[in-house]
């Protein structure tokens, strides 16, 4: 690894080779190679994390030789890779060891590097000398290749043990050059605007449909490639708000609408169900090999083979279905659907409801369904009526959410604060019971295969980790309701719902 630092000249003035050449040669002895073709590839994820916390990470070809660079502040990582490097795209785990790859995968997480822009530059070194004739110091002058942009930058690159000559090489060029900053791959997600709650309701509900039907076509590629599971994530998530939103919506949207369009995203949200459902056990076993006390981690390796087999059968359903002429025509059709009831918002069947008297309504009933529901649950209630009010608290925090611009940002964003931990109290009840059932499907199926008895042993003890866990949040489940219940919060929804700005 070594650390570099990039600049570049002001402004658009241009950079005088020549005034760089004398400037370092007052201090060390300067030759300068020819310009070299270099082809410079930058990676980042789908959502651009690396970008949006401010670093820049690229893949470097020059003849002969690779490596990787990670801008940020000024400062750059570097990593010379042997061969090519890796095929993107990749997860960060296929990234050379070292400083440069447990930073880039502390951003990407679980999503893979992808290539998001590529550029041929002309690069000219100067190679600098000190008084006994060694190479202690490389200055890259790296010039967009057809005059175009990123701007020309002067890198700063130190021999192993010559820090302090890289520092007097920069001190001697600042007077040409300034800072050098991270460029944005892209920019940072804007809030959404205020809605006007006296418009049409139909109006904002084909905006919203609109909206999350982009995010469904952005990340449909994704998940045909599998590149990574966060593909197939935000395809459900685009889903889930569709219908949270058309069975919320039912009131202004044509009648039609549930009969026709409802069943084909419900449909679509059901061919998708399993395959996620197996990312997330795979993406949680290193969690659940930590909940091992009597048995090792090395005992659920059968389990994660078990895993994988199963998610390769049902990804073929999957990709069947995503390809289908059924899911064709559901993309045709729906953005004429959507233009239609845009158009209709202004006729005689699309004015009776505003856009703010929809979100009061559909957040006022959706808060009420979880209260009686919440009151209703005591200590002898079944699971399935705890199950029932998780479904009621994502009904309400969707409604929220999609709400928000009508009944004002803030108030909204404090109602669901308010919401989310009985949420994540209801959520672990539902997920650990979910869970055991699946773990003792799954034990019941692997010991057809003829898995080790070690192996199930293992997943035993999952299953007894997951029945403890359910009843800490049957335990905290009467705290967490009565906090949601509290007077701060009944103040905030009241304040929502009686807001003059909602009012249509």
């Known amino acids: 690894m070594t650390v570099l630092r990039s600049a570049r000249p002001p402004g658009a003035v241009a950079l005088d080779f020549e005034a760089v050449h004398e400037l370092l040669a007052s201090s ?119 005059g175009g942009t990123p701007p020309t930058t002067v890198v700063v690159r130190p021999l192993r043990g010559y820090q302090k000559e890289a520092d007097r090489a920069r001190r001697l060029l600042a007077p040409l050059l300034e800072h050098a900053p ?18 049409p309701a139909r109006t904002l509900l084909a905006a919203e449909l609109t909206r999350f039907l982009e995010t469904l076509r952005e990340n449909l590629p994704g998940t045909i490639a599998d590149i990574d599971t966060e593909f197939l994530h935000d395809v459900r998530v685009a889903i889930r708000r569709t219908r949270s939103l058309l069975k919320a919506g039912r009131p202004a949207l044509p009648a039609h609408f549930p009969q026709v369009w409802e069943p084909q995203f419900k449909w679509l949200g059901d061919v998708t169900t399993p395959v996620r459902d197996l990312d997330v056990y795979q993406l949680g076993l290193p969690e659940m090999a930590g909940w091992l006390v009597a048995a090792s981690p090395a005992d659920l390796k059968p389990f994660g083979r078990h895993l994988a ?29 959507l233009a239609e009831l845009a158009a209709s918002a202004h006729s005689s069947d699309g004015t009776a409801w505003s856009a703010g008297s929809l979100a009061r309504s559909t957040v006022t009933r959706a ?25 009621r608290c994502k009904e309400l925090r969707y409604a929220l959410e999609i ?24 959520g672990r009840f539902q997920d650990s019971e979910v869970q055991s059932t699946t773990l003792r499907g799954f034990a019941h199926e692997m010991l057809a295969d003829g898995v080790p008895v070690e192996a199930l042993l293992a997943m035993g003890e999952l299953t007894g980790h997951l029945h403890a866990e359910q009843q800490r949040a049957r335990t905290e489940f009467g705290s967490a309701f009565a906090s949601y219940l509290g007077p701060a919060g009944r103040r905030r929804m009241t304040r929502l719902l009686s807001d003059g700005k909602a009012a249509g």
């Open 182 to 199: 991270v460029e944005q791959a892209a920019p940072a997600a804007e809030r959404r605007p205020a809605a006007d709650p006296k418009a």
């Open 367 to 391: 808060h009420r369904r979880v209260v009686r529901g919440g009151t209703a649950i005591s200590d002898a209630s079944p699971p399935e009526e705890l199950h029932v009010l998780r479904k």
């Open 309 to 337: 087999r199963r998610r390769a059968a049902e990804r073929r359903t999957l990709l069947r279905a995503l390809r289908s002429a059924r899911l064709r025509r559901l993309l045709d059709d729906w953005p004429g659907e």
């Open 28 to 146: 060390f002895e300067v030759s300068v190679g020819p310009p070299a073709a270099v082809r410079r590839t930058v990676l980042d994820t789908f959502d651009r994390r690396l970008a949006r916390a401010g670093q820049r990470l690229e893949q470097i070809a020059e003849p002969g030789a690779a490596r990787l660079e990670l801008a940020r502040s000024g400062q750059t990582l570097t990593h010379v890779l042997p061969g090519t490097g890796p095929r993107w795209p990749a997860m960060a785990a296929a990234l050379p060891d070292g400083a440069l790859k447990d930073q880039v995968a502390n951003l990407a997480g679980i999503r893979a590097l992808l290539v998001v822009g590529e550029s041929r530059r002309l690069v000219r070194r100067a190679e600098l000398r000190n008084a006994d004739h060694k190479i202690v110091v490389r200055v890259d002058v790296d010039e967009p290749a057809d």
């Open 403 to 426: 709400f928000a611009p009508v009944l004002g940002d803030v108030q909204a964003h404090k109602a669901i604060k308010d919401l989310k931990s009985l949420q994540d109290v209801l």
